[in-house]
């Protein structure tokens, strides 16, 4: 088979080649008021880059290779041009016509992967009456900048927006910190169980004036921009703009705070951390409460007690990781080690597969356990 060539294109400069997974291939093909796409990444220079549809994110990888590709485009005149049997040498007559080819060693792979908040630009507020104190300092100065400069889809960043309490005080985006949104959080549920308001159906503003009663005018912290950012955080937004709260993700939250502040300097018994951890909540919570919801941040030095230990403290090579974890405890049941890994699992592996290759693993009745290669 041969085809008329008219020219030679400068891939190079010109042309860029992209895999189009089928999700991605899926996501073009969609109706054009969704079927954008935009590149981003998080600067000008060494930052990874992302191509965003309306609700996914994908990360983009130079892929050398020493298979030549050829990168052509059809071309079909109106009219057939005549080509001299004398020019074919003795092969067939062209089938077609191509108007430029050319040739590139590389391309670009697509692997679909989190979208994230650019958390370099954003300060954390923590009560402060007085916010911005230097306004000249604010790198970012509306929610829009952010997420148009953060390497995620828009739903995603929004989502993750609202896991990690982000707020706009005075209309800067800003994120909550830890001790404050625990403040914020214990305020509104004993406000909310005093005006008996409903946790399935909870307004921002009722909630908010719920929480401004006892507090002094001119001197409350929670405004409703925070007390909507507490919601939005451990809720789930109804239809009709209310919040119904997730009482797991509360009990969760309450729980990790009781584990930091009991459990971390010594192990306790699992039946006495329970009991302080319930202690933790306001008067009348309804929330239940189990120790599954806290794996990924405790350890067992000894059958029957629990200890806190920070994931900001382990290792982020995984060998290292996988040493310091069977040095905190010599075995471990696979769901609860598997909290502590799993950001390590880059190649997307099935997570038993993953923890083989640096452990070892035994059923022991229903349960799997892992322990260390070297034990």
Known sequence: MSKNLYSRVACDSSYKLVQLTPDLLEALQRHPSESQLEFKALDDEKSDVVICSRDKTW???????S????????????????????????????TGDLLGFCRTT????????????????IPVYGGELEFPADESKIKCRTLKDLLDNSPSSEMESRLRWNYLGGCEINGF?????????????????????????????????????????DMEKGRNPYVQEVVETVLAKFGARNDDQTYKLNKSQVAGWYGLRALQKFASSHSLPLEEFLIKWKSTFPPFAPFDIDIQMLKGWYFQPVKGNIQYVSKDTLPMETKDRFKMLFKLQSQWDLDAFEPFVEELNTKGLKIDTFIMKYARKRRVGKKVVVSSRSS
Not at 86 to 93: D, I, T
Not at 106 to 121: A, I, Q
């Open 59 to 65: 990360l983009i990888k130079q892929k050398n290779h």
């Open 67 to 94: 298979n030549t590709v050829m990168l052509m485009r059809e071309f079909i005149p109106e009219a057939q041009l005549y080509v001299d049997d004398g020019s074919l040498f003795g092969m067939p007559r062209p």
């Open 173 to 213: 985006p800003c994120i909550l910190s830890r001790e404050f949104m625990t403040n914020a959080l214990h305020v509104t549920l004993m406000s909310v169980l005093a005006e008996s308001l409903d946790f399935e159906r909870l307004h921002p503003r009722e909630a908010y004036e719920a929480v401004g009663k």
């Open 106 to 121: 590389y391309e670009y792979e697509t692997r679909l992967t989190p979208g994230r908040v650019n958390l370099d630009l």
